[in-house]
């Protein structure tokens, strides 16, 4: 490649950086954001400050009010209809997590949790949908924190996403 052959292909470079950095790059870190507020919350029950979120209440209340609760029918013994159920029993129930919160019961949160707006040098994480957003919202105020707030090594894993997009198109222009 000759020099104004490289000098194109960088000119293309900084064009695609240009025309592409909030479409592509982006839209990759939030994805990655995204993923790994999901994780540390969902699997791990952990807030962005490092502390773990509450205990699902074990307070007993009567099983009418999990009747509809959750993805599937749940059968409940003569003594529970009797004496009641917690939301921590009634979790363990249908086979979910029933310690700390992770905030899923039917998934609809989690799957409609993700990039809200992308605008030329930011984006915005939140719920997809106006019902999600609004357990979000419960949830968040339950726990008196911002439930999907990332943290330092998300936003650290999420700018090295962005970095790797740039460094790859900038290796392809000068090799």
Do not use: C
Request: aromatic share 10%; charged share 35%; net charge positive.
């Amino acid at each position: 490649m000759d020099v104004q052959q490289k000098i194109q292909s960088i000119q293309a470079a900084i064009d695609t950086i240009y025309q592409k950095f909030s479409d592509i790059a982006l839209r990759r870190a939030a994805i990655t954001m995204r993923n790994s507020i999901e994780k540390r919350v969902h699997e791990k029950s952990k807030r962005a400050d490092g502390g773990t979120f509450g205990e699902y209440s074990k307070n007993k209340l009567p099983v009418y009010y999990f009747e509809n609760m959750g993805s599937r029918k749940v059968k409940f013994t003569k003594e529970e209809k009797k004496t009641g159920v917690s939301y921590a029993d009634f979790r363990k129930k249908l086979g979910k997590k029933n310690k700390n919160k992770n905030f899923e019961l039917t998934g609809d949160m989690w799957k409609d949790f993700g990039l809200k707006e992308l605008k030329a040098n930011e984006f915005t994480l939140a719920s997809t949908t106006e019902a999600s957003q609004k357990i979000l919202d419960i949830n968040s105020d339950r726990e008196k924190i911002n439930i999907i707030k990332s943290n330092p090594e998300e936003e650290k894993q999420a700018t090295e996403e962005i970095e790797t997009w740039l460094f790859d198109i900038i290796k392809k222009a000068i090799e």
